[in-house]
């Protein structure tokens, strides 16, 4: 496992953005797959956006609800994921986190979360 620190989560009206950063530690950005999750009250906790592999090729992928709008990106340099959240609604209001893994297993590192609220 590996340490995930977020940071970012505010309060934004509707259609305001917000940049989340998940800081981590050594090569965990560039070697490991990476991704944002969020859960809102009274639901399941959903996945939002990630990096994944492809033998040597990193490539995005996105929830539908959010394609358009969200987008991960990484600093290697710095050991940080991000995400850039746009056009935010009230359905994006939720606790954000981070999360690892090695492999195409199941995610097995988590940040501590970050709370997103979204005013109408």
């Known amino acids: 496992q590996v340490q995930l620190v977020e940071s970012g989560g505010g309060l934004v009206q509707t259609g305001g953005s917000l940049r989340l950063s998940c800081a981590t530690s050594?090569?965990?950005?560039?070697?490991?797959?990476m991704g944002w999750f969020r859960q809102a009250p009274g639901k399941e906790r959903e996945f939002v956006a990630g990096?994944?592999?492809?033998?040597?090729?990193?490539?995005?992928s996105y929830a539908d609800s959010v394609k358009g709008r969200f987008t991960i990106s990484r600093d290697n340099g710095k050991s940080t994921v991000y995400l850039q959240m746009n056009s935010l609604k009230p359905e994006d209001t939720a606790v954000y986190y981070c999360?690892?893994?090695?492999?195409?297993?199941?995610?097995?590192?988590w940040g501590q979360g970050t709370q997103v609220t979204v005013s109408s």
């Open positions: 050594g090569r965990t950005v560039s070697t490991y797959y």
């Open positions: 999360a690892a893994k090695i492999g195409s297993g199941t995610y097995n590192s």
């Open positions: 990096f994944t592999w492809s033998g040597s090729t990193n490539y995005a």
